[in-house]
């Protein structure tokens, strides 16, 4: 069974500032998707990136970043320049290649100080 | 609609009771899924449909659970005799299936927040 664990439960950066949550998984399979899921206190969750296994290049989308390292199996979301509007519960998801059932971490609480 | 709309938004009910909780996808999304999000957890896997169809109800916790989705629109969750360990918020979420997977983007509802009293 695959699982996705999240090791730090809060987390604080200044303004400005680069922060990196960390992600590491565990599975026995060779083709997945990983993926990180901001939760505002809204409430509504928005996919912030996603990253296929059989790519070597980490994904890249404006301030966000991803360092993949598939052989630790791990999966560590950078946010550089970061926004009060990053405020949020941080989720990395793992799914299977080929299935529907997607499976969360325990979530990062990100507060971005001003 | 511009997003996927979850009703209510909260629901109180008693032990025992039964419960619907509707999710309305983003108009033409072919691929529905439910999660729960229990406090301090993150979203645990319940449904996927696709179309009309439960591809996947694998997570369901027990027979008390049921979802459905007549039309291929929306669709309800359904729970029979609650039990206070149901308390949670219950999320749905849709995706396109263009890339012909599950892998497109699912967009979420707001969830409803369920407390069984």
């Known amino acids: 069974a695959q699982t996705v664990t999240q090791s730090q439960p809060e987390m604080s950066v200044q303004e400005a500032e680069t922060v990196t949550l960390s992600c590491t998984y565990d599975?026995?399979?060779?083709?997945?998707?990983l993926f990180w899921y901001k939760q505002p206190p809204s409430r509504q969750m928005i996919l912030v990136i996603r990253q296929e296994a059989y790519k070597q290049q980490n994904a890249t989308e404006n301030r966000f970043s991803v360092n993949f390292q598939k052989a630790a199996k791990s999966f560590s979301l950078k946010i550089s320049d970061s926004q009060l509007g990053d405020t949020a519960m941080y989720f990395c998801a793992f799914l299977l290649s080929g299935t529907y059932k997607y499976i969360f971490g325990t979530g990062t609480r990100l507060k971005v100080l001003a | 609609g511009a997003g996927v709309s979850q009703t209510p938004s909260n629901k109180v009910t008693e032990k025992g009771k039964y419960v619907e909780l509707r999710c309305d996808p983003i108009s033409g999304h072919t691929a529905l899924y439910w999660y729960r999000q229990s406090l301090g957890q993150g979203p645990e896997f319940l449904i996927y449909f696709q179309g009309t169809g439960a591809a996947d109800d694998s997570g369901l916790p027990n027979d008390r659970f049921f979802a459905v989705r007549p039309e291929g629109s929306v669709s309800t969750l359904k729970i029979q005799r609650t039990e206070r360990g149901d308390s949670a918020v219950y999320l749905c979420?849709?995706?396109?299936?263009?890339?012909?997977?599950?892998?497109?983007?699912?967009?979420f509802g707001p969830g409803t927040r369920l407390t069984v009293l």
């Open positions: 979420a849709s995706s396109s299936l263009t890339s012909g997977d599950s892998t497109d983007t699912q967009y």
């Open positions: 599975t026995s399979e060779n083709n997945y998707y």
